[in-house]
């Protein structure tokens, strides 16, 4: 079975500065999805990057960016020029498909909660 | 597009008593899920349908948690009778279903059940 692990509870940063948030995960599958998805407290889950398993270049959007190790199965999530509204719970989720069914399977870790420091 | 709506918001009750969530996914989104988020702790599945079947229901306390999506659109969450550690935060997100790995899950805000 496919596990998503957060290691870090919660991390700070200061503002305008970079942090880098880790993930690893488990599987024996070649063919799946990684997403970074962000939690502020309105409670909705916004995505904030996605990475395909099979693709080696790492995904970026504007201050995110991931390192994806599909050796190491490692997934970290790394905000440069942090702001205040970067400051949310961030979840690291594993995406399989589901053959018998036609759909997707996804799994999330505990995540980690982000302080923005002013 | 309009998003994942759900209701109520927020829900307090006491314990034994029974309650529903309400939610409308996406647009011909045919895949729904209903998680339960307990605070500090990531989503956990509890129901998954893809148009009005269940996929899986595999972590759904069956004896006091039910889900329908009776037309393939709207869903209902229901519990009763709730019990203490049912106090969490009810998420529903939908896809579009198939194979479609461009597309990932559009969340609800929720709904935070307390139950005291």
């Known amino acids: 079975a496919q596990t998503v692990t957060q290691s870090q509870p919660e991390m700070s940063v200061q503002e305008a500065e970079t942090v880098t948030l880790s993930c690893t995960y488990d599987?024996?599958?070649?063919?799946?999805?990684l997403f970074w998805y962000k939690q502020p407290p309105s409670r909705q889950m916004i995505l904030v990057i996605r990475q395909e398993a099979y693709k080696q270049q790492n995904a970026t959007e504007n201050r995110f960016s991931v390192n994806f190790q599909k050796a190491a199965k490692s997934f970290s999530l790394k905000i440069s020029d942090s702001q205040l509204g970067d400051a949310a719970m961030y979840f690291c989720a594993y995406r399989s498909w589901r053959a018998t069914s036609g759909t997707y399977k996804y799994i999330f870790g505990t995540g980690t909660r982000l302080k923005v420091l002013a | 597009e309009a998003g994942v709506a759900q209701s109520p918001r927020y829900k307090i009750i006491e314990k034994r008593q029974s309650v529903a969530f309400w939610c409308n996914p996406i647009?011909?989104?045919?895949?729904l899920y209903w998680y339960q988020q307990i605070l500090g702790q990531g989503p956990k599945l509890l129901i998954q349908f893809q148009n009005n079947g269940v996929v899986d229901d595999s972590q759904l306390p069956k004896d006091r948690f039910s889900a329908e999506r009776l037309k393939g659109v709207d869903s209902t969450l229901k519990i009763q009778p709730a019990k203490l550690e049912d106090s969490a935060v009810y998420l529903c997100?939908?896809?579009?279903?198939?194979?479609?790995?461009?597309?990932?899950?559009?969340f609800g805000n929720g709904t935070r059940l307390t139950v005291t």
């Open positions: 647009s011909g989104h045919a895949t």
């Open positions: 997100a939908s896809s579009p279903g198939g194979s479609a790995p461009n597309s990932p899950l559009h």
């Open positions: 599987t024996s599958e070649s063919d799946y999805y």
